[in-house]
C-alpha cells in the first residue's frame, strides 16, 4: 500500500480484504502484477464485487440500490465519494485515467439481471457480456495503460469467455436467482428446452448443448489469447492466468462428461497452483511486450 496516500490507504486495506476473501477461478491479484498496481486491481475489484452483490444478493429494491451505487460512483468523478471502496476508487480512476463508461456499463449488467432472465441467442447473450465482463478487461488494460482499440477487442474475447464459462459453472446456482444463460435456440437446436435446465434435468440434448457451448468458449479462449503477445510481460502472466482459470472450468465439465447438475466443476488449490506454474513457464516461451 506504499504506493497509495496515507489518507486512503485504510479504504484501499479494505477493498484488499475484499479481494481476498472470495473465490474465484484465479487469483484476481497476484504476485504477477506489479506492486503498485495491485491497490488499482482491488479497488476496480471491490467495485464490482459490490454491483454484483446488489445485484445478486440484496434483499429489497435492487435497481434503487444499482441508482444509489451509480450515483456513488458519479461522485468517483466529479466530487466526494462517501464510501471507502469509492474513496480507493476515485483515487484509481485519476491515477490510470479510467473512463467512466465501463464502469456504468457493469452496473446496467446488474439492472438487467433484474429484469431478464433468459436469452432468446447467441448474440443475445453475447451483448450482455458487452456490459457484464468486457468492460473488467478494458479496465485493467487501462491500469497497464495499454488499452487501445486492437487490444480491448482481443481482451473482449477473453472476458467473454471467463463470463461464458463462469454460466456454465454456476448453472445451478443462476436457477436459484432465476436466471438462465445458456441461449434457448442452442438448447432447442439439440432437443433440450428450458424447461429441462430448470428441472435440473440431465437429457442427452442438455449434455449436448454444454458440450457446444464449451467448445464455442474455448474458441472464444484461443482467439483471446493472442493478446498476451502484445502486453508487457506482467500484464501477460496475469492474463494468462486468467485464461487457464477459465479454461480449467471448462476442463472439469469435461471430465464429468458435461453435467453441470452433479456437481460444481471447481478449481482445487492443487490445479490453482499447477495453473500458475503453467502460467510462469508459458509466458516464458512466448513472445510479449517489453515491461
Not at 84 to 96: D, K, N, S, W, Y
Not at 143 to 168: I, K
Not at 180 to 191: H, M, N, R, V
Not at 225 to 254: C, K, N, S
Request: proline share 4%; with cysteine.
Amino acid at each position: 500500500m506504499q504506493s497509495v496516500p496515507v489518507g486512503l490507504r485504510a479504504d484501499f486495506e479494505m477493498c484488499a480484504r475484499l479481494t481476498a476473501s472470495h473465490y474465484e477461478n484465479f487469483s484476481v491479484v497476484s504476485l504477477f502484477v506489479p506492486r503498485g498496481l495491485r491497490p488499482h486491481f482491488c479497488s476496480i475489484y471491490a467495485f464490482c464485487r459490490g454491483v454484483d452483490d446488489l445485484g445478486d444478493e440484496l434483499e429489497g429494491d435492487r435497481l434503487a440500490a444499482l441508482d444509489a451505487y451509480e450515483e456513488e460512483l458519479r461522485r468517483a468523478y466529479g466530487g466526494t465519494p462517501q464510501t471507502p471502496v469509492f474513496r480507493a476508487l476515485q483515487h484509481t480512476i485519476e491515477v490510470c485515467g479510467l473512463p467512466i463508461e465501463p464502469f456504468l456499463r457493469l452496473i446496467e449488467a446488474n439492472r438487467r439481471d433484474q429484469r431478464q432472465a433468459t436469452y432468446e441467442t447467441w448474440d443475445d447473450l453475447r451483448d450482455y457480456c458487452r456490459y457484464s465482463a468486457d468492460p473488467v478487461g478494458r479496465l485493467v488494460l487501462g491500469v497497464f495503460g495499454c488499452c487501445d482499440e486492437e487490444r480491448a477487442t482481443l481482451s473482449d474475447y477473453t472476458c467473454t469467455a471467463l463470463q461464458v464459462a463462469n454460466h456454465l459453472q454456476d448453472i445451478h446456482r443462476d436457477l436459484q436467482n432465476g436466471r438462465i444463460y445458456l441461449p434457448k435456440a442452442d438448447l432447442e437446436s439439440f432437443g433440450a428446452s428450458l424447461e429441462d435446465i430448470r428441472a435440473a434435468r440431465m437429457t442427452d440434448g442438455v449434455r449436448a448443448c454444454i458440450k457446444y457451448e464449451v467448445e464455442r468458449t474455448a474458441d472464444w479462449f484461443r482467439q483471446g489469447a493472442r493478446l498476451e503477445a502484445l502486453v508487457p510481460r506482467r500484464l501477460a502472466m496475469q492474463l494468462r492466468l486468467y485464461r487457464l482459470g477459465g479454461e480449467a472450468v471448462l476442463a472439469a465439465l469435461h471430465r464429468q462428461n458435461y453435467d453441470p447438475f452433479v456437481r460444481r466443476p471447481v478449481i482445487t488449490s492443487g490445479q490453482k497452483l499447477h495453473i500458475a506454474m503453467r502460467t510462469l513457464i508459458g509466458v516464458g516461451q512466448r513472445g510479449v511486450a517489453p515491461g
